[in-house]
């Protein structure tokens, strides 16, 4: 019996083969050969406030991803076949206990793939990541953007804190980048959207410097009375052909389907996967220059790994609106 490659992808990519990638895309770390680079990002420590298994989130995605290559039913597209799309592996953390240092690793990481013109589609880590990437990817000085984007944040928090100095020992960590991507002239703060807010979190105060920056917060209670097609028309007309980055907190989803996240919000209803579709969905031809899926916690995952496949199915939806987006400019 020969185990050879005989020719059929269709069916060579179809089975539990080989080493698990994200999606069965070739593993390839040189970003010039992705249009799309899939990256995982296994970091935790910038995440102080919970549990922090956070770094196991690239590995449970690869390991449902591998059975998930599939074509969008709504946009009728084949990513795979219409992108280079690669998973260029693991950022390398070798100061992964030492958050404010990975910052600037992941940044110096997504710095080769700004200039390579790859856009960025990660996997998390907790959201301290969210930072060095726009860092890498956003403002005057990047060649995807070239200039500062807007910003599509699903979350139930605002992670706007300003935290007196650091927060245990932390300055650039998971609730302050949503406040310092403002200072630091990353994004376009009127196109900075946070949807999903939820929960008596405390101190209060985390969301008064999105507040003060002028980022429009859609709290739970207000998505629940407009719906999604109201959001989508907001933010479409609000973005329009600004560039646009993407960053998908799970923790925005309800707790009975995403029970493996970091910062469990419970007791109120989270958004459903049909809104969370939705909502991406609605963005389709904007000009998405990277997006993020990040606060998975497979250890508390359950054993139908819900968390990890509600997960995958969020990093496909967008990988496909930058495919689309990519192919309707060819
Ligand atoms: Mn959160």
């Given at each position: 019996m020969s185990y050879e490659y005989d020719g059929n992808e269709d069916m060579y990519l179809r089975e539990w083969w080989g080493i698990a990638t994200m999606f069965r895309c070739p593993h390839d770390p040189d970003p010039c050969n992705s249009d799309i680079a899939l990256v995982g990002v296994p970091h935790s420590s910038g995440n102080g406030l919970t549990e922090r298994d956070q770094h196991l989130g690239p590995r449970a995605l690869r390991d449902v991803a591998a059975g998930y290559r599939r074509t969008h039913r709504k946009f009728k597209l084949t990513p795979w076949d219409i992108c280079r799309i690669n998973d260029l592996g693991d950022v390398p953390l070798p100061h992964a206990m030492v958050n404010d240092k990975t910052i600037k690793d992941i940044e110096a990481y997504y710095k080769r793939l700004d200039e390579a013109g790859a856009r960025p589609v990660s996997v998390g880590g907790d959201h301290s990541i969210t930072l060095p990437i726009l860092r890498a990817i956003a403002?005057?000085?990047?060649?995807?953007?070239?200039g500062p984007v807007a910003v599509v944040h699903f979350d139930s928090h605002t992670d706007g804190y300003r935290n007196e100095g650091h927060f245990l020992g932390n300055v650039e960590w998971a609730g302050a980048w949503s406040r310092i991507m403002n200072e630091e002239g990353l994004v376009i703060p009127k196109k900075v959207f946070q949807i999903g807010i939820r929960g008596h979190w405390e101190p209060f105060e985390d969301d008064d410097e999105s507040i003060r920056a002028g980022y429009r917060i859609i709290e739970m209670d207000e998505f629940d009375e407009i719906g999604v097609k109201a959001v989508v028309e907001e933010l479409q007309e609000k973005i329009g052909d600004s560039p646009v980055y993407i960053t998908f907190d799970l923790d925005v989803l309800d707790p009975s389907i995403a029970p493996g996240v970091s910062n469990i919000e419970q007791g109120f209803t989270g958004m459903t996967m049909r809104e969370a579709t939705g909502v991406l969905q609605g963005?389709?031809?904007?000009?998405?220059v990277g997006a993020d899926m990040v606060c998975m916690m497979p250890t508390k995952d359950n054993p139908s790994k819900i968390t990890a496949m509600n997960a995958m199915v969020i990093v496909f939806e967008q990988i496909c609106l930058i495919a689309d987006y990519l192919n309707s400019r060819k």
């Amino acid at each position: 019996m020969s185990y050879e490659y005989d020719g059929n992808e269709d069916m060579y990519l179809r089975e539990w083969w080989g080493i698990a990638t994200m999606f069965r895309c070739p593993h390839d770390p040189d970003p010039c050969n992705s249009d799309i680079a899939l990256v995982g990002v296994p970091h935790s420590s910038g995440n102080g406030l919970t549990e922090r298994d956070q770094h196991l989130g690239p590995r449970a995605l690869r390991d449902v991803a591998a059975g998930y290559r599939r074509t969008h039913r709504k946009f009728k597209l084949t990513p795979w076949d219409i992108c280079r799309i690669n998973d260029l592996g693991d950022v390398p953390l070798p100061h992964a206990m030492v958050n404010d240092k990975t910052i600037k690793d992941i940044e110096a990481y997504y710095k080769r793939l700004d200039e390579a013109g790859a856009r960025p589609v990660s996997v998390g880590g907790d959201h301290s990541i969210t930072l060095p990437i726009l860092r890498a990817i956003a403002g005057t000085n990047s060649g995807i953007s070239k200039g500062p984007v807007a910003v599509v944040h699903f979350d139930s928090h605002t992670d706007g804190y300003r935290n007196e100095g650091h927060f245990l020992g932390n300055v650039e960590w998971a609730g302050a980048w949503s406040r310092i991507m403002n200072e630091e002239g990353l994004v376009i703060p009127k196109k900075v959207f946070q949807i999903g807010i939820r929960g008596h979190w405390e101190p209060f105060e985390d969301d008064d410097e999105s507040i003060r920056a002028g980022y429009r917060i859609i709290e739970m209670d207000e998505f629940d009375e407009i719906g999604v097609k109201a959001v989508v028309e907001e933010l479409q007309e609000k973005i329009g052909d600004s560039p646009v980055y993407i960053t998908f907190d799970l923790d925005v989803l309800d707790p009975s389907i995403a029970p493996g996240v970091s910062n469990i919000e419970q007791g109120f209803t989270g958004m459903t996967m049909r809104e969370a579709t939705g909502v991406l969905q609605g963005m389709r031809g904007m000009n998405v220059v990277g997006a993020d899926m990040v606060c998975m916690m497979p250890t508390k995952d359950n054993p139908s790994k819900i968390t990890a496949m509600n997960a995958m199915v969020i990093v496909f939806e967008q990988i496909c609106l930058i495919a689309d987006y990519l192919n309707s400019r060819k």
